[in-house]
T-cell receptor, first 112, second 114 residues
Framework: QKEVEQDPGPLSVPEGAIVSLNCTYS??????FMWYRQYSRKGPELLMY????GNKEDGRFTAQVDKSSKYISLFIRDSQPSDSATYLC????????????FGPGTRLSVLP | DTEVTQTPKHLVMGMTNKKSLKCEQH?????MYWYKQKAKKPPELMFV???????INESVPSRFSPECPNSSLLNLHLHALQPEDSALYLC?????????????FGPGTRLTVL
């Protein structure tokens, strides 16, 4: 079983839709949870950062963490064609070393 | 300033060449990272420097040699690479290595090995 799992997509939605992106993980030591957006041929861009369980909202983006279920989500409201990218979840907080792990990424296409 | 810069943006090299990739940040971060990313895959960690000391080497072949001359700079020296080493090489930095390690990425260097 991979440490972090994420539906690879591609996920296609119409403009204005609410998008739900999800990751599951197996390591209960993870404490910090991030979502990155990566456009084609560019480096990842940090979107959201949350610590432990709970919700965090920033504009059209909401991140949710449920540590009891080992499940994190990113919601995008009023999706725009410019949101078309690969979304990578990431998490850290393991017991030692570089405990930062990326999920495999979900490709999102928002159609005008 | 929340920017990580990388040079060059693109690099084409032969298998016998020696080249270097450079990364710079001025956010006062004390941890810096090199990742390799192949098309349609997530970044894979290569090296981590913490307080200018090599902290993690993820079993990377010796043809890749990292260097951290000071807290703002990170280099990756390349020698005798193989065509399968062609990829996007990403540099990142974070406040520290560990629990608060939200990483900020540079735009990457796209490397092609002929």
């Amino acid at each position: 079983q991979k440490e972090v799992e994420q539906d690879p997509g591609p996920l296609s939605v119409p403009e204005g839709a609410i998008v739900s992106l999800n990751c599951t993980y197996s390591n209960s030591a993870f404490q910090y949870f991030m979502w990155y957006r990566q456009y084609s041929r560019k480096g990842p861009e940090l979107l959201m950062y949350t610590y432990s369980s709970g919700n965090k909202e920033d504009g059209r983006f909401t991140a949710q963490v449920d540590k009891s279920s080992k499940y994190i989500s990113l919601f995008i409201r009023d999706s725009q064609p410019s949101d078309s990218a690969t979304y990578l979840c990431a998490m850290s907080g393991g017991n030692y070393g570089q405990n930062f792990v990326f999920g495999p990424g979900t490709r999102l296409s928002v159609l005008p | 300033d929340t920017e990580v810069t990388q040079t060059p943006k693109h690099l084409v090299m032969g298998m016998t060449n020696k080249k270097s990739l450079k990364c710079e940040q001025h956010m006062g971060h004390r941890a810096m990272y090199w990742y390799k990313q192949k098309a349609k895959k997530p970044p894979e960690l290569m090296f981590v420097y913490s307080y200018e000391k090599l902290s993690i080497n993820e079993s990377v072949p010796s043809r890749f040699s990292p260097e951290c001359p000071n807290s703002s700079l990170l280099n990756l020296h390349l020698h005798a690479l193989q065509p399968e080493d062609s990829a996007l090489y990403l540099c990142a930095s974070s406040q520290s290595q560990g629990l608060s390690d939200t990483q900020y990425f540079g735009p990457g260097t796209r490397l092609t090995v002929l």
